[in-house]
């Protein structure tokens, strides 16, 4: 592809460079700003397109998840993100048993209604550390061994056929994430700032959606109908690159070419490794002398990049700094460093001439920006048309000069106008922005005070139950202290019962023992008298006759008895004791 032809360039109308490269027209919907770190995973590689997607030259920039232009936006999410933290959530940590666990593998393989039963019975720190596995995975930080997961992960995922929008709808928030994550290989959509709606990240799996974070356009977007947007899955014109198919958030840089007709976007790097941007006939006039031009792959038509480049440094170089003026240089420098038409090669030269001069320290930032843009302005006005016409240093009528100087300045007024309108158009989105930022602002105020007063509610509970307690507390205590008083009066009481019982027991024994006695000594008096009686008795009989032994006997035994003295009161039975029981 050294040379374009002239095929296409009659159906082409005059030629208008599109502007600077501009925020995608989804607007910014994220305050993230991530790099990710390993470009070898090409984590913005769509599966299904192994035929489209080449790799990049400069693979270090093509990939990079960074969202430049957030930081009020994050700031303000950060503010938040410190207020809500202020409130920590109450969470309750069970022991999972090696059934109940779950794995990256599992959530890649099994049906999606079994993953999500077994996700909607863990706990949530459990959910929080497989997304931080995939995120070191992602990461790529690991070396080969975690690249070989990813790439098993992923093809798992892709060779499946029953991940469709509808059961997708039934999966798990956190399944759908990890999901989205492996097929796309974007780290952004597990990060916790970033909060997409169920139904986006489906239309991002099933490639109906940007998977841009910062884009999310519906897929194709402007509904185009070419074959690159039709046929590549998950490619977004306004974002992605042409032939790599990849994204970054570089705006406002000659590292993406634009097409001025199907305003396709392709990065510099990719357009001259496939050889899209080389010498051809000029885009105005179709013949004459040629210049460095691009052709569109998308619909095969070319642009010239003189004017772009220099409506890119007009609108553009005095907010670089000295490494990004670099950059661009360089861009140009690779740009029109085949360029055979004169106007071409001197860019080139002052390309070079200025970056030697930053390097060596001569110039700075400021000075070359001054520099390329008086070179700009030279260069347009010394033969703005004489090139363009291949008229050489022919003479022209004055009237021909100034019909050609006013058709340069209607060119810059149009060009300038449509400047004027994508930048006002861009400060209306950016307005909307701050405007959406101070109403969730005001949304986020409006909650943090009713999480205050809910705070202060629960405070007074929390204080009327402390009260509750402390009194219940007082109230057990004077019940203990009565308790143990009436336990001391028991006991008291006891040891007098005790007391009383015994003396008891002793009267009952002593009155017991004085009544034995009694009638002991009554019977032994008894046994006397009759004793005496019968002695008086034998004593006649002994005067009249003989005596009976056994009656001797009996005398002699009752006369040992009644002399012996009283019986013994240890003899007598216990059983009519009340107190006492018989061993």
Request: hydrophobic share 35%; aromatic share 6%; net charge neutral.
């Amino acid at each position: 592809m050294g040379t374009s032809s002239g095929s296409n360039i009659n159906q082409q109308p005059s030629s208008r460079m599109l502007p600077p490269r501009q925020q995608p027209r989804g607007g910014l919907q994220t305050s993230l700003s991530l790099v990710s770190s390993d470009a070898r995973l090409s984590p913005e590689e769509p599966r299904s397109n192994s035929d489209h997607v080449h790799e990049s030259p400069t693979e270090s920039a093509s990939s990079r998840e960074t969202w430049p232009a957030a930081e009020a936006i994050m700031a303000k999410k950060m503010e938040n993100g410190k207020v809500e933290n202020d409130f920590p959530e109450q969470s309750v940590i069970r022991r999972l048993s090696s059934a109940d666990k779950i794995s990256l593998r599992d959530i890649a393989r099994e049906r999606v209604d079994i993953v999500c039963e077994k996700m909607n019975h863990l706990p949530d720190e459990f959910l929080e550390e497989l997304k931080n596995n995939l995120r070191v995975i992602l990461d790529g930080n690991g070396g080969s061994q975690q690249r070989e997961e990813f790439f098993i992960l992923q093809k798992l995922v892709q060779s499946r056929t029953d991940l469709t929008a509808k059961t997708l709808i039934r999966a798990h928030r956190v399944q759908l994430e990890i999901l989205v994550a492996i097929n796309t290989g974007i780290l952004a959509f597990l990060h916790p700032n970033i909060s997409l709606s169920q139904t986006s990240l489906i239309e991002v799996f099933v490639y109906k959606r940007c998977r841009n974070i910062a884009c999310q356009n519906q897929i194709p977007a402007d509904d185009c109908t070419c074959e690159i947007c039709t046929k590549r899955n998950g490619f977004c014109n306004l974002c992605m690159c042409v032939i790599c198919n990849k994204f970054d958030f570089e705006v406002n840089t000659c590292r993406w070419v634009g097409c001025d007709l199907c305003s396709h976007w392709t990065h510099t790097d990719c357009a001259i490794r496939d050889g899209l941007i080389s010498m051809g006939a000029s885009v105005k006039s179709g013949a004459g002398p040629t210049e460095m031009l691009f052709r569109c792959r998308a619909c095969n038509r070319t642009s010239e990049l003189l004017g772009w480049v220099k409506d890119v440094f007009q609108h553009c170089a005095p907010a670089w700094e000295r490494e990004a003026l670099m950059r661009e240089l360089d861009f140009v420098s690779r740009i029109f460093h085949g360029s055979e038409d004169p106007r071409g090669q001197k860019l080139f030269w002052k390309c070079e001439e200025l970056k030697e001069k930053i390097k060596n320290g001569v110039a700075d930032s400021t000075a070359a920006c001054r520099a390329i843009l008086m070179f700009f302005q030279e260069l347009e006005v010394d033969s703005p048309k004489s090139l363009e016409n291949g008229e050489g240093g022919r003479l022209i009528a004055p009237q021909e000069a100034c019909n050609r100087i006013a058709e340069v300045v209607q060119e810059a007024i149009r060009k300038m106008e449509m400047v004027a309108d994508e930048k006002m158009r861009t400060y209306k989105k950016a307005r909307m922005a701050v405007e959406a930022c101070d109403r969730e602002l005001q949304d986020k105020a409006r909650e943090v005070q009713e999480l205050k007063l809910e705070r202060q509610k629960k405070k007074q509970q929390v204080e009327e139950l402390e009260k509750i307690v402390r009194l219940k507390n007082a109230e057990a205590d004077m019940f203990q202290l009565k308790a143990n008083e009436a336990k001391r009066e028991a006991d008291r009481l006891q040891r007098i019962a005790l007391a009383k019982s015994d003396k008891s027991e002793e009267e009952y024994a002593t009155s017991y023992l004085k009544q034995r006695l009694s009638e002991a000594e009554a019977e032994k008096q008894y046994l006397f008298e009759k004793i005496k009686l019968q002695e008086s008795s034998r004593a006649s009989q002994n005067s009249g006759g003989s005596i009976d032994p056994s009656q001797m006997l009996m005398y002699s035994k009752m006369h040992d008895l009644l002399y012996s003295g009283a019986p013994k009161t240890d003899c007598l039975p216990n059983e009519r004791h009340p107190f006492r029981k018989n061993p």
